[in-house]
C-alpha cells in the first residue's frame, strides 16, 4: 500500500507544477477582477431618467429626474399626440384644446440635443395652472393621448430610452 501512495505521489510531483497552476489561477482571478470593475464602473454613472406626476388643489405637473447615478447626454426630448411627433406649439393648442378652459396657463419644459441632465436634477415637462378638471378619469385621458419620449446617453455612451406611455420599464 506505501508503494502505490509513493507512486502516486511520484506521478503528481511529476505531471503537476504548482507554480504553473498558482499563476494561471492569478491570471483567472485577474480577468474576473477586470470585468467585475469594468461593470461596476458603468453601472455607477448610469443615469435613469423616472417621472413623477403631482395633482395638487388647481394644477397638473409632470416633473422628469435622473434617479441614476451619472450624468445624462440628451439625444432626443419628443411628446407625442398619439403616435405623432409634435412641435411645442402644436402641443400647446392641442393641450388647450384638450383642457377645454382658457383660462389655464399651459407650461412646456424640455431639453436640446447635446443637453446634460444632472444625477438628482429634476424639470417640469408639463404644468398645468389654474386647472378646474379634476377627475380620474381626465387624467387618464392625458396620459392615452399624450407621451413623452427622451433618449439620452451615460458617459460611458450606453443608450437609454424614457417613456411616458412604458409602464413595465
Known amino acids: 500500500m506505501m508503494d ?8 503528481v510531483a511529476h505531471y503537476f507544477n ?4 498558482i499563476g494561471a489561477m492569478a491570471l483567472l ?8 470593475t469594468q461593470r461596476h464602473n458603468r453601472l455607477s454613472v448610469r443615469p435613469a431618467i423616472c ?16 434617479k441614476g447615478f451619472g450624468l445624462a447626454e440628451i439625444d432626443s426630448y419628443q411628446f407625442f399626440i398619439g403616435s405623432k411627433a409634435v412641435s411645442d406649439d402644436d402641443l400647446r393648442a392641442d393641450l388647450t384644446n384638450f383642457v377645454g378652459e382658457p383660462s389655464v396657463k399651459i407650461l ?13 436634477e429634476k424639470f417640469y415637462a408639463l404644468k398645468f395652472e389654474s386647472l378646474s378638471v379634476k377627475e380620474d378619469s381626465f387624467y387618464q385621458s392625458l396620459y392615452e393621448r ?3 419620449v427622451i433618449e439620452y446617453r451615460s458617459l460611458y455612451n450606453d443608450s437609454y430610452k424614457y417613456d411616458s406611455n412604458d409602464y413595465e420599464n
Open 146 to 148: 399624450y407621451s413623452l
Open 29 to 36: 482571478l485577474t480577468f474576473f477582477t477586470i470585468r467585475s
Open 18 to 21: 504548482p507554480a504553473i497552476t
Open 108 to 120: 412646456i419644459g424640455g431639453f436640446k440635443k447635446g443637453s446634460f441632465f444632472a444625477k438628482d
Open 4 to 11: 502505490f501512495i509513493a507512486n502516486v505521489l511520484d506521478m
Open 51 to 66: 417621472s413623477w406626476i403631482h395633482t395638487e388643489d388647481d394644477s397638473f405637473t409632470l416633473e422628469i429626474i435622473n
